[in-house]
């Protein structure tokens, strides 16, 4: 298999959903310049996530230049099952999200850029709730950031020194 097979397979993997599409207009003598940012996450729906902001004068050039960034992004978020190890409130800016962990059935209780954060996570079972800023971009960064300091059962365990029982 050649390398670049490899990538393309690799890439291949994930999922990607575009969250949040802006545009902005520059006004010159000719008339107004349009262009684009588009908020994008990628995920394999089973720990690893990733997003990514695109900036262009097209919004599909946007998406693709988000898409490469999402891709180099990727995080590992450890689960518990179908949901996550602890509760955590975490901040970036002027957005606030709390994430609870939460029982079988639950399903994913969350809006707009965490529910897609989450769900490309592959967390299946989990009650969330963004607080201050609306932007979904420093949602999404705050989401990241809650999801960075999540630390499993072992991972806590093997820092200390203890053994897992």
């Known amino acids: 298999m050649a390398k670049q097979d490899y990538k393309e397979k690799v890439a291949s993997d994930f ?9 902005n207009s520059k006004v010159v003598k000719g008339g107004r310049n ?14 690893k996530v990733g997003y990514g902001f695109g ?8 998406i693709r230049k988000g898409s490469e960034a999402a891709r180099k992004n990727i995080i590992t978020v450890p689960l518990k099952g179908r949901t996550l190890p602890h509760e955590v409130n975490c901040k970036f800016k002027g957005a606030k999200v709390m994430v609870k962990p939460a ?20 967390v299946r079972d989990v009650l969330a709730k963004s607080l201050g800023s609306a932007n979904q971009v420093n949602v999404v960064k705050a989401t990241f950031t809650a999801l960075q300091s999540m630390r499993s059962k072992e991972q806590i365990f ?8």
């Open 34 to 47: 349009f262009s684009f940012s588009a908020l994008v996450v990628c995920g394999d729906g089973n720990g």
């Open 158 to 165: 093997a820092k200390r020194g203890i053994s897992a029982k």
């Open 15 to 23: 999922e990607e959903t575009v969250v949040h599409i802006n545009r």
């Open 103 to 122: 029982s079988d059935g639950t399903g994913l209780i969350a809006g707009g850029g965490m529910r897609a954060v989450l769900e490309l996570a592959g």
């Open 55 to 62: 900036k262009a004068n097209e919004v599909a050039d946007a």
